[in-house]
Every structure is written in structure tokens, then in C-alpha cells.
């Protein structure tokens, strides 16, 4: 089972298992919008009146808005998991949970220029934390390098399988375009060429 937040009758958005209890993370107003659902549920999904999910029935799509709504939901998949976060062992002392909101990432990065610049340690926390610690330059920077890894791994991947929906819909392959979320493989080629661009981007290195 998985949690979701349904608004107006329609899946809204699928909460990540780290946000869970919902309502110490969002607040009870918020968790009064969530439900359980079965783990195949995803977003555009809708809730009948007795509690039960029924999958949107995409009729009469063009390609041209298929292209367009499986890129939409794809960006906003990967933004979801971008903020959703990443593992690291930064302070050595075992993996600790990393969340990435819009503030944490640009603060993430400002701390990093700030290392860059001399600083010999700044203040950072895991997600387990209400306060801030200390962390060394090294240990910052070694952070700073997995989550900028994390990120551009899910920005790639997203445009990958926005090209799979383009090329599946061109192909009129409309029905298996409809199905591409984040969840799904990519194709063998496509995974190589993703799993290039994305060493490419790393390789030049972490800012």
C-alpha cells in the first residue's frame, strides 16, 4: 500500500515513504487529503465514492497530447523525487537522510560556494534533525557531491524518458506512450545512453 493526497475526486500526488507519518511532516490539514492506496495507484488516478481507484481512460489522444501530458507528469515526477532526497555517509557514522526542497537546494549550493571560497566548515542537517551541526569543508563537499550526483541522475533520467514517450507516440505507438512514468525501465539503448550523458556531466566535474 502506498499513501496518496486526493483532491476533487483525483490522485494529487503520491507522498514518499520518508513523509510518512503524513501529518508530523505536512500538518493534519494536509493529512486529512490522504488516503492508502494500492502500491499500482499513481497521480491522474481517480477515487470512486466507495474507496476504490479506477485508472484514467485516455481517449481519443492525439500524440501530440500525449507528448504533453506524460512530459508534464514526468518533470513533476522528477522534481518529486529530487525533493524527496538522497543517502549519504557524510559524517561517517552511517547513511543519513538528505531531503532536497527548493530552499534546501539553493542553499545547498550557497554553503558549497562558501567552502569554495575558504570557509573551513559550515552548518548543515540530515533529515532526522531539527537543529543544524557542524560540518567540515571536507565533509560538506562530500555531500555536496552526492546530492548534485542524485540530482543530475534525475534530471537526465526525466529527459530520457520524456525522448521514450516522444519517440513511442512518432512511432504511433500511442497506447505504451500513455504508460512511461517514472517507474518505468528504460529500454536497454536508451538506459546506455542516459547512463553516458549522466558520467559525462559528472565527469566535468561538481561545480
Not at 513533476?76 to 559524517?91: P, Q, S, V
Not at 543519513?96 to 559550515?122: K, M, P
Not at 548543515?124 to 531539527?130: A, F, I, L, T, Y
Request: net charge negative.
Amino acid at each position: 500500500m502506498r499513501i496518496v493526497r486526493v483532491e476533487n475526486g483525483t490522485v494529487a500526488e503520491i507522498i514518499p515513504e520518508y513523509a510518512i507519518p503524513v501529518e508530523i511532516w505536512y500538518g493534519s490539514e494536509f493529512a486529512s487529503q490522504c488516503v492508502e492506496a494500492p502500491d499500482e495507484v499513481e497521480q491522474g488516478w481517480t477515487r470512486n465514492k466507495d474507496g476504490s481507484f479506477k485508472e484514467p481512460t485516455m481517449v481519443n489522444q492525439t500524440a501530440v497530447e500525449i507528448k504533453e501530458e506524460r512530459s508534464t507528469a514526468i518533470k513533476a515526477a522528477c522534481a518529486e523525487a529530487i525533493i524527496g532526497g538522497f543517502d549519504a555517509d557524510a559524517l561517517g557514522r552511517g547513511m543519513l537522510h538528505y531531503t532536497l526542497t527548493q530552499i534546501q537546494q539553493r542553499d545547498l549550493q550557497t554553503q558549497y560556494v562558501a567552502i569554495q571560497a575558504g570557509a573551513t566548515e559550515v552548518l548543515w542537517r540530515d533529515s532526522s534533525r531539527v537543529t543544524h551541526e557542524v560540518y567540515t569543508a571536507a565533509q560538506f563537499t562530500a555531500l555536496f557531491q552526492t546530492g548534485y550526483a542524485y540530482i543530475i541522475s534525475c534530471k537526465i533520467r526525466s529527459d530520457w524518458l520524456e525522448q521514450l514517450v516522444h519517440d513511442l507516440a512518432d512511432a504511433d505507438k500511442l497506447t505504451e506512450a500513455t504508460k512511461v512514468g517514472w517507474d518505468t525501465t528504460l529500454p536497454e539503448d536508451y538506459q546506455t545512453q542516459c547512463n553516458a550523458q549522466i558520467a559525462a556531466m559528472l565527469g566535468n566535474g561538481n561545480g
